[in-house]
């Protein structure tokens, strides 16, 4: 959140040396590449009946235990995004990646991007499946999200494992993302010209070339969109709700965590994990995203922890 942050403080500076008539050009092109890139977008998934709205998920695997995919902040499109982890992971289990509202192809949402809403909309579109015993493995923020459904939905849950999982009270999660930033980013296009001259954010990572055109189009879609905005807004009251907050005790959490960062990153998540009665630690060297370069270690070191956990 905070690399997202100064990225984002560091961008808004250029746009005032930009000159007024080439930001209109970039809005015009933005608008009208916008509308023609809509109809490329291609489904997968399934849409599943949440409060009026369609929030879409992708199942995978038919092993007797299911893991359910939580993404991190502004993951565009989650379904692709953890099409290798949950690849791995389907060979031995029922995989139910869940893209939250405003995400991939589900709607947008009209209520509030709170924990809690989105816990209960994640919870009902699970209902609907049927699906009531399941283990729930989640990145970055989605680690608060899933400590929110720990508290909300004890019962339902078997496991929880961490994708370099936030935490409370965890450093920076009291500062703001600038949003107004983010907009004015996309409506004026330079979200778009940013991203084309970074290049290839998946470059030699396990995805094909169709793919990685998808979530190109589903970033553009949805980052700066205004439920995802609205999300990155709620971020500091997210992390202040459950701040003090543990798992329940009784509940076995396996986190696998980021060496790249500081040591106090790893301290925290230890802390987390000595709280409950079965609470393991795995350190990769790997940046954030670890399941985009580690989902055969993180499916197999997984797949062994539940193993051993009565369902």
């Known amino acids: 959140m905070r690399k997202l942050a100064k990225s984002l403080l560091l961008t808004a500076g250029v746009i005032v040396a930009v000159p007024v008539l080439a930001l209109?050009?970039?809005?015009?092109?933005?608008?009208?590449?916008?509308?023609?890139?809509?109809?490329?977008?291609?489904?997968?998934?399934?849409?599943?009946?949440?409060?009026?709205?369609?929030?879409?998920?992708?199942?995978?695997?038919?092993?007797?235990?299911?893991?359910?995919?939580?993404?991190?902040?502004?993951?565009?499109?989650?379904?692709?995004?953890?099409?290798?982890?949950?690849?791995?992971?389907?060979?031995?289990?029922?995989?139910?990646?869940?893209?939250?509202?405003?995400?991939?192809?589900?709607?947008?949402?009209?209520?509030?991007?709170?924990?809690d809403n989105i816990v209960?909309?994640?919870?009902?579109?699970?209902?609907?499946?049927?699906?009531?015993?399941?283990?729930?493995?989640?990145?970055?923020?989605?680690?608060?999200?899933?400590?929110?459904?720990?508290?909300?939905?004890?019962?339902?849950?078997?496991?929880?494992i961490g994708i370099d999982n936030s935490v409370p009270d965890q450093p920076g999660a009291d500062e703001p993302i600038p949003t107004d930033a983010m907009v004015v980013l996309k409506n004026l296009g330079i979200t778009r010209v940013l991203a084309g001259l970074a290049g290839d954010?998946?470059?030699?990572?396990?995805?094909?070339?169709?793919?990685?055109r998808q979530m190109a189009l589903l970033t553009t879609k949805n980052t700066g969109a205004a439920t995802m905005i609205d999300e990155v807004a709620h971020s500091v009251t997210n992390f202040a709700a459950v701040s003090g907050a543990a798992f329940p005790v009784a509940l076995p959490v396996l986190e696998f965590v980021s060496s790249q960062d500081s040591a106090e990153w790893v301290e925290i998540h230890e802390k987390q994990a000595a709280g409950v009665d079965r609470g393991e630690v795995v350190v990769l060297d790997a940046p954030h995203y670890l399941h985009h370069v580690l989902a055969p270690e993180i499916a197999q070191r997984t797949a062994a922890f539940l193993v051993t956990i009565p369902q």
């Not at 919870?123 to 508290?151: F, K, V």
């Open 24 to 115: 209109a050009t970039t809005a015009t092109a933005n608008a009208i590449a916008t509308n023609a890139e809509a109809a490329q977008i291609r489904p997968y998934g399934k849409g599943v009946p949440v409060g009026g709205k369609t929030m879409n998920v992708v199942v995978t695997g038919t092993g007797e235990e299911t893991i359910v995919l939580l993404p991190g902040l502004g993951t565009a499109a989650p379904g692709l995004d953890f099409l290798p982890l949950a690849d791995e992971l389907s060979a031995d289990h029922r995989v139910v990646v869940v893209e939250p509202f405003g995400t991939g192809l589900s709607d947008p949402a009209d209520t509030p991007r709170t924990a």
């Open 120 to 160: 209960t909309e994640i919870h009902g579109a699970l209902a609907h499946l049927g699906i009531t015993r399941y283990a729930l493995m989640a990145h970055s923020i989605g680690g608060i999200y899933a400590l929110t459904y720990s508290q909300e939905y004890p019962e339902e849950l078997t496991a929880f």
């Open 201 to 212: 954010p998946y470059e030699g990572l396990p995805y094909d070339a169709e793919t990685k």
